[in-house]
Nanobody, 119 residues
Framework: QVQLAESGGGLVQAGGSLRLSCAASGRSFSIYTMGWFRQAPGKEREFVARMNFDGGSTMYADSVKGRFTISRDNAKNTLYLQMDSLRPEDTAVYYC????????????WGQGTLVTVSS
């Protein structure tokens, strides 16, 4: 089973940028479609973005399209999320996971990384 560890969150002003990383254990990372999810205070976890195994296909939630960019380095077993033009409504704990469609496959979530965007 893949174990995941997210990092890179922090406090940023509206309009700023952050780059999140998701380090995955195990040898099978390179064959999985991976994605990012987020959970804002008092809300359910939601899909943010996904990338297929070789980076040839991506998909974004409408709320982040044009501002966030997902990427991966299979040699480093790492998934990334570049977040630009951040808004206060992007404030959430961000998680990575294996993805099917816009749903997470695994119930084994990492600890997440907190992103706080101030207005």
């Amino acid at each position: 089973q893949v174990q995941l560890a997210e990092s890179g969150g922090g406090l940023v002003q509206a309009g700023g940028s952050l780059r999140l990383s998701c380090a995955a254990s195990g040898r099978s990372f390179s064959i999985y479609t991976m994605g990012w999810f987020r959970q804002a205070p008092g809300k359910e976890r939601e899909f943010v973005a996904r990338m297929n195994f070789d980076g040839g296909s991506t998909m974004y939630a409408d709320s982040v399209k044009g501002r966030f960019t997902i990427s991966r380095d299979n040699a480093k077993n790492t998934l990334y999320l570049q977040m630009d033009s951040l808004r206060p409504e992007d404030t959430a704990v961000y998680y990575c996971n294996r993805v099917s469609g816009v749903q997470a496959i695994s119930n084994a979530w990492g600890q997440g990384t907190l992103v706080t965007v101030s207005s």
